[in-house]
Antibody, heavy 122, light 107 residues
Framework: QVQLQESGPGQVKPSETLSLTCIVSGGSISSYYWSWIRQPAGKGLEWIGRIYTSGSTNYNPSLKSRVTMSVDTSKSRFSLKLSSVTAADTAVYYC????????????????WGQGTLVTVSS | DIQMTQSPSSLSASVGDRVTITCRASQSISLYLNWYQQKPGKAPKLLIYAASSLQSGVPSRFSGSGPGTDFTLTISSLQPEDFATYYCQQSYSTPNTFGQGTKLEIK
């Protein structure tokens, strides 16, 4: 059974960089897209971006200038950095498996981490 | 970006009711539509992928229809554990986008 676990600071100061890591266990990290999704309290889901195990990325244009994702296949983990954070970045951040890279396959988020709350506050 | 609009935003229903939630995409997305269930304090759970395929382990009372721009999620006979918030999501193009959610409450 694939499991994802987010880790990182629960509080970040305004203008600083939010850094989270997601560790994948119970299955291979290879041949899949891996995504970050966030959810402010009481609100809906926002896709932040995804990374393939080759390192290629797609980011949400609304966050693109501040987002960096990376992957370490040897440690079965991938990471998110979000720079210049403000209070608007306060949310629960989820990592999720975003679909197998097969021609014609329809991607979906089938495995999720439990989520980690990140609060931006001084 | 492809906009996803769900209706209704909230819904009150009783155990045993048949319930339908609608999701409309701002352009055709073929079958690239997925449905998730989220309970308070929990991560979303995949119910339906590719518009109408039931995720393994999900009860058969859940079903989905498409393709194109208009999609539905139907719960044939509501059970107490089905009261939650439901989201649609398109994976046709990036950025992937979600509907705003439909909160299903007990009447």
């Amino acid at each position: 059974q694939v499991q994802l676990q987010e880790s990182g600071p629960g509080q970040v100061k305004p203008s600083e960089t939010l850094s989270l890591t997601c560790i994948v266990s119970g299955g291979s990290i290879s041949s899949y897209y891996w995504s970050w999704i966030r959810q402010p309290a009481g609100k809906g889901l926002e896709w932040i971006g995804r990374i393939y195990t080759s390192g290629s990325t797609n980011y949400n244009p609304s966050l693109k200038s501040r987002v960096t994702m990376s992957v370490d296949t040897s440690k079965s983990r991938f990471s998110l950095k979000l720079s210049s954070v403000t209070a608007a970045d306060t949310a629960v951040y989820y990592c999720a498996r975003a679909g197998v890279v097969v021609p014609g396959a329809i991607p979906y988020f089938d495995y999720w981490g439990q989520g980690t709350l990140v609060t931006v506050s001084s | 970006d492809i906009q996803m609009t769900q209706s209704p935003s909230s819904l009150s229903a009783s155990v045993g009711d048949r319930v339908t939630i609608t999701c409309r995409a701002s352009q055709s997305i073929s079958l690239y539509l997925n449905w998730y269930q989220q309970k308070p304090g929990k991560a979303p759970k995949l119910l339906i992928y590719a518009a109408s395929s039931l995720q393994s382990g999900v009860p058969s009372r859940f079903s989905g229809s498409g393709p194109g721009t208009d999609f539905t999620l139907t719960i044939s006979s509501l059970q107490p554990e089905d009261f939650a918030t439901y989201y649609c999501q398109q994976s046709y193009s990036t950025p992937n986008t979600f509907g705003q959610g439909t909160k299903l409450e007990i009447k």
